[in-house]
């Protein structure tokens, strides 16, 4: 009996230690494969602002007109844009107008040649209007108050006008390549439905970093995002600033996650510790780029962190379209 407990322990640690040696070496694989920044033949500008990715998002209030059009400038030609909801109303060459539906919802829009395979996938977010909040909650989920006067009277901290509803069904949603609905959602407690505020601009920063931390030599297939979204609630909770740019859904505070994934900042600077040193590295990468002259001008705010017994270290990253550093 005990012979025979031992040759089944002995099959059970073998085929353990082999299912290890498959998943090393498909990391393995996965870490020499090189980094895809998952770009469109063509740029298109949704509302005026930039997407060259093959997968993006938008979010529009219920009946909202939303105006896409190819950049000037692409090669590209004969392209037209479909929607599974909503209306499409071409309004000359490629520039189209999307007229949401007027229920909640998500729906796939795609740009492509007919007949053939589409070059971009752009998911259609059909908001909550931000009207529908009733004290401080929106279908149960807590939200808060904003602020009743912009900062400094900017636009930019106007109250949101909706909110994206995340459920399990949507929640994996891709809003870029590198990038899902679920890693922006507040980490307050509550269940589904959750809402989350997103800008446009924020993902594109996130991919544009993504994009240039592989190119020094920092393999990563997406940043950790700590904390994406948060509520004006929940940013009270955490005893942060009034204003923090996390409650427009403009901030995200990020860290390279990859070797190994464990929820905290790599090992970047290879010294055999996880500090402040590793967010310092990344930190003055983002800040080497100069983004204040990137085609985009993806200027924004930047902040260093260092690891606290509740988490590791980060850096901060936001798309106020201004300088800001700390």
Known sequence: MMERSLRVAAHAGAAVLAAML???SARAAEEDRPFDPGR???VVMIRDEPNPYAVFFLAALPGEKVPIAVKRGSKEGGLVLQASGGTVERVGGERWAWRAPLRKGTHLLTIGRPGQVSAMTIHAFVMVPSRDVRNGRLNGYRIGAYPAKPLR????????RGFIEVTRDNENTPLSPHFTLRQFICKQKG????YVVLLH????KLEYLLQAVNERGYRSDSFFVMSGYRTPYYNAVLKNVQYSRHMWGGAADIFVDENPRDGVMDDLNGDGRVDIGDARLLYDLIESLGLG????????GLGLYGPTPAHGP??????????ARW
């Open 293 to 300: 002259k990137s085609p985009e001008n993806l200027e924004g």
């Open 153 to 160: 009277g900017l636009a930019i901290y106007r109250p949101p």
């Open 201 to 204: 601009r924020l993902v594109l």
């Open 40 to 42: 469109a033949p063509f």
């Open 314 to 323: 980060f850096v901060h990253v936001d798309a106020r379209g201004f300088r």
């Open 22 to 24: 498959a998943s090393g």
């Open 191 to 194: 269940g589904y439905p959750k």
